[in-house]
């Protein structure tokens, strides 16, 4: 194989397989714009709320920048009147990760599914779709065909998408604080924003949780992201000269579905060799995964993140030299992100998993001792590790919800007084 399809075959499968769940080749369900239309007719609510007897609303909140973004809202339990709906609830919002959308909170049953389980538990829950996902691809000037749409990397996730999101939900509950609960890139957005100490974020947050966390990504152990990784940048431009990474493109799609054909490819294998080895995925939630995702993402997203593992520092993203960071942040290097600046009060609930090959232990580890520089009371700060746990159980395994979900509501609880 030459270095160049080399380089494609490994950024081809980190497209794919990022997605965080066992994808057989071939990808189903078309293009994201297609999907998009699809999902103009039957948005989350109808498709995973309704059928299982959930109230759900379906909002949309401008950012700053001018994306349009849908939310999801599930005010109420199984069966709950409307009458109890939502009034003085507390809200929680919901973060998916990279690749995901909304979706990612109710993949499984009602009894399995965080989305679920928390409105069934007296939460007024609201449910985020990132930018580029297929429910929010809408910008007031521009289109998603348009390379400029696509101009962004996680930093603007967390300082536009977030604050728009969370606004919403927080002044429809009548401004009652929101717990957050992050997967993935979802708990980076959350760090970013609440390091950066915005005033609007941390106002209006109660606590955040913090599922798979991703901050540093220096000692990352997926051999395919790390690979990806390192011929990213150098590569990117040159092959990609697509500002929209789609991991269903056409394209994209038919690379993947002819690596998955070669013996001894196992793309089972290859989302394992990315994610870690998931212990108790739930195969309807696997069946779900394929109905829906993966979605979309900026190019800039995914060099970003690739910078991030290379260097090992949490910073803003890099413009590559000197003048286009003097440009940008009027200094050499991108500034960091320093979580120890996240308010000492700020409760925080981390669960990591043991085989997760993206949240590496060691990674999880320097985020803690970052955290702890700041004084922190023992219960402000929780971190639970769950041995078999690889990324994508957290969000899909069948017994998430006593193991993770539950501890995560008790401290919910203690934080509401
Ligand atoms: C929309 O949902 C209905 C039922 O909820 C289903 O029959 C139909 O196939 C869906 N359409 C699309 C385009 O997904
Ligand atoms: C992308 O956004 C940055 C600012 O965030 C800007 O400096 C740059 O010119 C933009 N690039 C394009 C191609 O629009
Ligand atoms: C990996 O983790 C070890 C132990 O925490 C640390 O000393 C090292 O700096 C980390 N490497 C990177 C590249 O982040
Ligand atoms: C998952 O579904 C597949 C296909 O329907 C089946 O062969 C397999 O046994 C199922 N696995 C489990 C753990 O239920």
Known sequence: MSGGSRVIVVVVCLAVVAAAAARPAPIAGGTSSSRAAAAAANGTCQSRAAPFGYACEEHTVTTEDGYILSLQRIPSGRG???ATAAGGKVPVLLQHGLMMDGVTWLMNSPDESLGYILADNGYDV???????????????SLASTDSAYWNWSWDELASNDLPAGGKDGYSQAGQQKMHYVGHSLGTLIALAALSEQQQ??????RSAGL????AFLGNLSSPLARAAADVFLAEALYWLGLSEFDPTEESVHSLVTDICKQPGIDCYNLMSAFTGDNCCLDNSSVQVFLAHEPQATATKNMIHLAQMIR???LAKYDYGD???NMAHYGQATPPAYDVAAIPSGFPLFLSSGGRDSLSDAQDVRRLLRALAQSPRDGDELTAQFVADYAHADFVMARDAGERVYAPLMAFFKLHEK
Request: charged share 20%; proline share 3%.
């Open 311 to 313: 260097g090992g520092r």
């Open 211 to 214: 599922l798979s966390p991703i």
């Open 200 to 205: 609007e974020v941390v106002g209006m947050l």
């Open 322 to 324: 000197t003048g286009g």
């Open 80 to 82: 709950e009147t409307t």
């Open 126 to 140: 609201w449910i985020a779709n990132t930018r580029g996902t297929v429910y929010s691809r809408r910008h007031i």
